[in-house]
């Protein structure tokens, strides 16, 4: 049972440029999380998708950002004309249903904005 | 939500228990208690986590005071490769948003 997987593992864009972060969560599960860790920081929770619907984005920016978990494939973090400070580890985490369980994370994307 | 408190840093020897502790004076009675650790440039990884009694798995041992306002992630041996950043997490029951802080930066030395 192959755990989160996500990719690519690195990301290098220019200033401007869109950003596209992919995360298959584990076999059986039906919500993904995406967190945002910035250099020396802990995670920051970002947004919660279940298949075909957003459950929550509190933590998402406002502008530029967006996520979406379709019926098929993989879940998308998109980050439109990125900036520096767009600079960060990118993790997706994954769980089944029951919400009490433990979510599983994948080894992330650290995205590097040039 | 309610918030853990935990040391910066810890050191060990290699092949001695480590005992990690973490404070969470405001936890409610539906947090759930979570440990996570991050090694360097990976992403966490599930440790255990317990609500009331004390929990064990391959992994660890999670002991919870009898109040629930402290807990304590024990290692039984540590290895080279424990050393991580570990994270205490209160997460309410039926909730799925981690807060992570800074967590304890364990170091383990040969």
């Known amino acids: 049972n192959a755990g989160v997987m996500q990719n690519p593992r690195h990301l290098v864009r220019r200033r401007g440029q869109e950003a596209r972060l992919r995360c298959s969560p584990m076999k059986g599960h039906s919500h993904v999380y995406w967190y945002r860790q910035l250099p020396e920081e802990g995670l920051k929770f970002m947004v919660y998708l279940q298949k075909e619907n957003i459950i929550d984005e509190s933590g998402m920016p406002k502008e530029r950002f967006s996520a979406e978990f379709p019926k098929e494939g993989p879940s998308i973090l998109r980050i439109q004309q990125v900036v520096r400070g767009d600079s960060a580890a990118y993790f997706c985490?994954?769980?089944?249903?029951?919400?009490?369980?433990?979510?599983?994370f994948g080894q992330g994307t650290r995205l590097t904005v040039v | 939500d309610a918030k853990t408190t935990q040391p910066n840093s810890m050191e060990s020897n290699e092949e001695e228990p480590v005992h990690l502790p973490c404070n969470h004076s405001?936890?409610?009675?539906?947090?759930?208690i979570h440990w996570y650790r991050q090694l360097p440039s990976q992403g966490p990884e599930y440790v255990i986590h317990?609500?009331?009694s004390n929990v064990n798995n391959r992994m660890a041992s999670l002991a919870i005071a009898e109040d629930r306002k402290s807990s304590t992630l024990i290692l039984h041996r540590a290895t080279l490769r424990d050393a991580a950043v570990y994270y205490c997490?209160?997460?309410?029951?039926?909730?799925?948003?981690?807060?992570f802080g800074t967590g304890t930066r364990l170091k383990v030395l040969a």
């Open positions: 997490i209160l997460r309410p029951s039926g909730t799925y948003k981690y807060i």
């Open positions: 405001t936890i409610s009675g539906t947090d759930y």
């Open positions: 985490a994954s769980s089944p249903r029951d919400l009490n369980t433990e979510a599983f």
């Open positions: 317990g609500l009331t």
